[in-house]
């Protein structure tokens, strides 16, 4: 079958195969006969300097690698092996990424290019890799340099503008060149949606009763009416008015399949029918890729190859028949697609069902029906529109039904949506009428409804703007979106809605009501919202750095990057241009001197001190202070600060709302003879009590908490505590043995240890067993306590 892979392998004393990941070493392995070693790098060997700048301005841009500590035994080990070998085989992804690993690879490792082969495989099945085996190439220095220059621009951006942000906003903040581009798009829906203004309008809709006197036809006013006036005036028409059905029209209308998935759409459609973040998704479908049930996880093509068409037809004929199938070929419209060359679709189509965990077997199903669905004929529906004329107006109603006549691919797959506000149309049959047939009003009901804001960022949809603008690659969405959380400029928060008054006036029997009712309105659940830090960093580089996060440069900066990979472009070219207008600026910002921090706002004075109230962002968050610092004057009084609650923002919190903040902490009153006071700390809203914190939950302030609901809290974490403690000594009060998530351990002077299964009842443990436990365990405790440092 494959004559010159058996004939080398007769030849060959010694192969070793190296790619990034165990899990992917594994699979290949089996596919692999025993002259084959395959190992892994475990990702890359080799990066820039973390705490260092690691580029040579002067010396062209070049970049100063160096191998990881923790690297440095395996690129030992993988020195070793690469020399006792006649031939290494570089496999790690297809991507350019996965060049740059192998190049790495090549240059820590001093491979001898006579010895080195590069193979390349989007899936990782025995044909696959047979096959690149047989046809191996050399490193692609085109991708390398493209991957390179991403890292460098990225590099450059980073170190150079953070010290900035350090001085002009808060220590350790940091910025990344497409984060801040995401973390702008966050910002302005969010100031867009506090800037919307709601429009109201009133929906009319009538109940009609057909000449058989008891069938019913629904129908809309084929247009919105503006005003309270204009609905009173309407309805009075309607309550003498005659109506009578004037046109009927019917007609056929197609669906067609969405395309096999990208990597953007594969994470918009698990987030829509999965509930997973997008970062989740990708770690899912990379392990369903290294086990070898899908194709390569990272690309932008909806292509699928012949034999996956083939599989694909045949898997139709065979479920549902010939009537279903439709061959469909899709070309990728993004452009400078790059990262693989087919869609993501699974390595075997007639797998229906795979091994692995739940979250495995969910993703591969989604992603099987998506590809077979895209191989599937149309859905058929027809549309049938009933027109209902008004005397007396020149208004008309109009009913609408829809039906599905022919299911198509609709039998294997629906696409889901973003727009929380689009339903599906199932409005059914309609009842048999005929042009001209008279009806009778049953009644007639305006509602008032409003126009609705923007809505907010889901990750799903954020990667779909991302795409759309295109900014960044398949391989940088799901980096991107977890960086700019992790940094803490954006964060998913649930958001309380509030109420809102609408109208509702009704005709019915000729009679005429007006009612008020009343709904919730922007009630968001997580959603992506920029923290306070997240604007103010925001505001600071729209000011100094406009192109940085000009949406137009970071999608022309992605160009360059492919023309960089398709060699039409020198990459230190393209890092030059960009850095002799950039690095100007940040000598220029670096120099420009501030009265205030970047952000802080003035939000009055306190009527009893007559001090200043100011908002900015303090070294742990957002904070109000009250007085203003005087630096010249070393006895002049400090500013007081207090750190605003969860939902006050900088950006719209009050004069009065901030000094509330400043009655914090307050004593609520005295329990067992100790004072329980309330406030806000580093990690939210507190009550103090005995020297112990117990957090207040969302649904209280510290500024309102009753005694008897702080009370509650004690006695509820106490009951925690309890159910935790095991077992205390009397005459070792540093030692406890707690009941933990991975079952009972022994607490000792900082320190767990582990109690081994052979412990049937820890909680009979004796002083001195428990001290055995420990001393066995030598200088080698379990688990070293810590407290979990929030990141700034």
């Given at each position: 079958?494959?004559?010159?892979?058996?004939?080398?392998i007769k030849?060959?004393?010694k192969?070793?195969?190296?790619?990034?990941?165990?899990?992917?070493?594994?699979?290949?392995?089996?596919f692999?006969g025993k002259?084959?070693?395959?190992?892994?790098?475990?990702g890359?060997i080799r990066?820039?300097k973390?705490k260092?700048?690691?580029?040579?301005i002067?010396?062209?841009?070049?970049?100063?690698y160096?191998i990881?500590?923790d690297?440095k035994k395996?690129?030992?080990?993988?020195?070793?092996e690469a020399?006792?070998?006649e031939t290494v085989?570089l496999?790690s992804?297809?991507d350019?990424?996965?060049e740059?690993?192998s190049?790495?690879?090549?240059e820590?490792?001093?491979?001898d290019?006579?010895r080195?082969?590069?193979?390349?495989f989007?899936?990782?099945?025995?044909?696959?890799i047979?096959?690149?085996v047989?046809?191996?190439?050399?490193i692609?220095?085109n991708?390398v340099n493209?991957q390179?220059?991403?890292r460098?621009?990225d590099?450059?951006?980073?170190?150079?503008?953070?010290?900035?942000?350090?001085?002009k906003?808060?220590?350790?903040?940091?910025?990344?060149?497409v984060?801040s581009?995401?973390?702008?798009l966050?910002?302005?829906r969010?100031?867009?949606i506090h800037?919307f203004?709601?429009e109201?309008?009133?929906?009319?809709?009538?109940e009609?009763?057909?000449?058989?006197?008891?069938?019913?036809?629904?129908?809309e006013l084929h247009?919105?009416l503006?005003t309270?006036?204009e609905v009173y005036?309407f309805l009075r028409?309607?309550e003498k008015?005659?109506f009578?059905?004037?046109?009927i029209s019917t007609?056929?209308?197609k669906k067609?399949?969405?395309p096999p998935f990208?990597t953007?759409t594969?994470?918009q459609e698990?987030a829509?029918?999965?509930?997973y973040?997008?970062?989740?998704?990708m770690?899912?479908a990379?392990?369903?890729?290294?086990?070898g049930?899908?194709t390569?996880?990272r690309?932008?093509s909806?292509?699928?190859?012949?034999?996956a068409?083939?599989?694909a037809k045949?898997?139709i004929?065979?479920?549902?028949g010939?009537?279903?199938?439709?061959?469909r070929r899709?070309?990728?419209k993004?452009?400078?697609a790059?990262?693989?060359?087919?869609?993501?679709?699974p390595?075997?189509i007639?797998?229906?069902?795979?091994?692995?965990?739940?979250?495995?077997?969910?993703l591969?199903?989604?992603?099987?029906?998506?590809t077979?669905a895209?191989?599937?004929a149309?859905?058929?529906?027809?549309?049938?529109t009933?027109?209902i004329?008004v005397?007396g107006?020149?208004?008309?109603?109009?009913?609408?039904?829809?039906v599905?006549v022919?299911?198509?691919f609709?039998q294997v797959?629906?696409?889901?949506?973003?727009d929380?506000?689009?339903?599906e149309q199932?409005?059914?049959?309609?009842p048999?009428?005929?042009?001209?047939?008279?009806?009778?009003?049953k009644?007639m009901v305006?509602?008032?409804?409003?126009?609705q804001?923007?809505p907010?960022y889901?990750?799903?949809?954020?990667v779909?703007?991302?795409?759309e603008?295109?900014i960044?690659r398949p391989s940088t969405?799901a980096?991107t979106i977890?960086?700019i959380?992790n940094?803490?400029y954006?964060?998913?928060?649930d958001k309380e809605g509030?109420?809102?008054?609408?109208?509702?006036i009704a005709?019915?029997?000729?009679k005429?009501?007006?009612?008020e009712?009343?709904?919730i309105?922007?009630?968001?659940?997580?959603?992506l919202?920029p923290t306070d830090?997240?604007?103010?960093?925001?505001?600071?580089?729209?000011?100094?750095?406009p192109?940085v996060?000009d949406?137009?440069?970071t999608?022309?900066?992605?160009?360059?990057?492919?023309?960089?990979?398709?060699?039409?472009m020198?990459w230190t070219?393209?890092i030059?241009k960009?850095?002799?207008?950039?690095?100007?600026?940040?000598?220029?910002t670096?120099a420009?001197?501030?009265?205030h921090k970047v952000?802080?706002?003035?939000l009055g004075t306190d009527?009893?001190t007559g001090?200043p109230?100011?908002?900015k962002i303090?070294?742990f968050?957002?904070?109000?202070q009250?007085g203003a610092?005087?630096v010249?004057d070393k006895d002049?009084?400090?500013?007081?600060?207090?750190?605003?609650?969860?939902?006050?923002s900088?950006?719209?919190i009050?004069?009065k709302e901030?000094?509330?903040l400043?009655d914090?902490?307050?004593?609520?009153g005295e329990?067992?003879?100790?004072?329980?006071v309330a406030?806000?700390?580093r990690?939210?809203p507190?009550?103090?009590?005995?020297?112990?914190f117990?957090?207040?939950?969302?649904d209280k302030?510290?500024?309102?908490?009753?005694?008897?609901?702080?009370?509650?809290?004690?006695a509820e974490?106490?009951?925690?505590?309890?159910q935790r403690?095991?077992k205390?000594f009397?005459?070792?009060?540093?030692?406890?043995?707690l009941?933990?998530r991975?079952?009972p351990?022994?607490?000792?002077?900082?320190?767990?240890?582990?109690i081994?299964?052979?412990?049937k009842e820890?909680k009979e443990l004796t002083?001195?067993e428990a001290?055995?436990?420990?001393?066995?365990?030598?200088k080698?405790?379990?688990?070293?306590?810590?407290?979990?440092?929030?990141?700034?």
């Amino acid at each position: 079958m494959h004559s010159f892979f058996n004939r080398n392998i007769k030849n060959m004393q010694k192969n070793l195969v190296i790619v990034e990941s165990p899990a992917k070493a594994k699979t290949i392995e089996k596919f692999l006969g025993k002259d084959f070693k395959v190992m892994s790098s475990y990702g890359h060997i080799r990066d820039l300097k973390t705490k260092e700048f690691s580029i040579d301005i002067e010396n062209n841009y070049k970049p100063e690698y160096v191998i990881p500590d923790d690297k440095k035994k395996l690129v030992s080990e993988l020195k070793a092996e690469a020399k006792k070998a006649e031939t290494v085989w570089l496999a790690s992804d297809e991507d350019r990424e996965g060049e740059a690993i192998s190049w790495h690879l090549a240059e820590a490792l001093k491979l001898d290019p006579e010895r080195t082969k590069r193979i390349v495989f989007h899936e990782i099945t025995k044909n696959a890799i047979l096959h690149a085996v047989e046809t191996p190439r050399n490193i692609d220095i085109n991708l390398v340099n493209a991957q390179q220059a991403r890292r460098v621009l990225d590099r450059i951006v980073g170190f150079q503008l953070s010290p900035i942000l350090w001085k002009k906003v808060k220590p350790a903040l940091s910025a990344g060149r497409v984060q801040s581009v995401a973390v702008r798009l966050i910002v302005e829906r969010e100031r867009d949606i506090h800037a919307f203004v709601a429009e109201a309008s009133f929906r009319v809709i009538a109940e009609f009763i057909l000449p058989d006197g008891l069938a019913l036809l629904k129908a809309e006013l084929h247009k919105r009416l503006k005003t309270k006036e204009e609905v009173y005036a309407f309805l009075r028409i309607c309550e003498k008015a005659t109506f009578s059905v004037d046109d009927i029209s019917t007609k056929p209308l197609k669906k067609s399949p969405a395309p096999p998935f990208t990597t953007s759409t594969l994470q918009q459609e698990a987030a829509r029918k999965l509930g997973y973040s997008v970062s989740q998704t990708m770690m899912i479908a990379q392990r369903l890729y290294e086990s070898g049930f899908i194709t390569y996880m990272r690309t932008d093509s909806v292509n699928l190859s012949d034999l996956a068409l083939g599989a694909a037809k045949e898997a139709i004929l065979k479920t549902y028949g010939e009537r279903y199938y439709r061959f469909r070929r899709y070309s990728t419209k993004t452009k400078g697609a790059q990262e693989a060359h087919e869609a993501i679709r699974p390595t075997y189509i007639d797998n229906e069902a795979i091994g692995g965990t739940a979250q495995e077997k969910r993703l591969y199903e989604l992603i099987r029906k998506r590809t077979i669905a895209s191989q599937m004929a149309d859905a058929e529906l027809e549309r049938t529109t009933i027109l209902i004329n008004v005397s007396g107006s020149k208004e008309k109603f109009a009913a609408v039904g829809e039906v599905l006549v022919f299911d198509g691919f609709l039998q294997v797959y629906r696409e889901g949506t973003d727009d929380e506000n689009e339903k599906e149309q199932e409005n059914g049959l309609l009842p048999p009428v005929n042009v001209n047939d008279l009806l009778k009003l049953k009644d007639m009901v305006a509602t008032e409804r409003f126009t609705q804001r923007p809505p907010r960022y889901t990750e799903a949809s954020l990667v779909r703007r991302l795409e759309e603008l295109g900014i960044g690659r398949p391989s940088t969405y799901a980096p991107t979106i977890q960086t700019i959380q992790n940094r803490e400029y954006v964060e998913k928060a649930d958001k309380e809605g509030a109420e809102r008054p609408y109208t509702v006036i009704a005709l019915v029997n000729h009679k005429l009501s007006e009612t008020e009712k009343r709904e919730i309105t922007g009630a968001d659940r997580n959603k992506l919202t920029p923290t306070d830090t997240g604007m103010v960093v925001n505001d600071f580089l729209m000011t100094y750095f406009p192109d940085v996060l000009d949406y137009n440069f970071t999608a022309n900066v992605e160009k360059e990057f492919d023309a960089i990979a398709e060699d039409q472009m020198e990459w230190t070219k393209a890092i030059d241009k960009f850095y002799k207008v950039f690095h100007p600026i940040v000598e220029k910002t670096a120099a420009v001197k501030t009265e205030h921090k970047v952000g802080e706002r003035e939000l009055g004075t306190d009527p009893e001190t007559g001090k200043p109230v100011f908002v900015k962002i303090g070294r742990f968050g957002p904070v109000a202070q009250l007085g203003a610092a005087k630096v010249d004057d070393k006895d002049a009084p400090k500013p007081q600060f207090a750190s605003l609650m969860k939902g006050q923002s900088i950006e719209n919190i009050t004069l009065k709302e901030a000094l509330k903040l400043f009655d914090l902490p307050r004593t609520v009153g005295e329990s067992e003879g100790k004072t329980v006071v309330a406030g806000i700390g580093r990690f939210g809203p507190f009550i103090r009590h005995d020297n112990k914190f117990i957090s207040i939950p969302k649904d209280k302030s510290p500024l309102t908490i009753t005694l008897d609901e702080a009370e509650g809290l004690i006695a509820e974490k106490r009951a925690k505590e309890a159910q935790r403690s095991f077992k205390k000594f009397d005459e070792e009060p540093d030692m406890e043995i707690l009941n933990g998530r991975f079952g009972p351990y022994i607490a000792y002077k900082g320190s767990n240890y582990k109690i081994p299964k052979t412990v049937k009842e820890p909680k009979e443990l004796t002083l001195e067993e428990a001290t055995k436990i420990i001393n066995e365990a030598g200088k080698k405790p379990a688990a070293k306590k810590q407290t979990k440092k929030k990141k700034s």
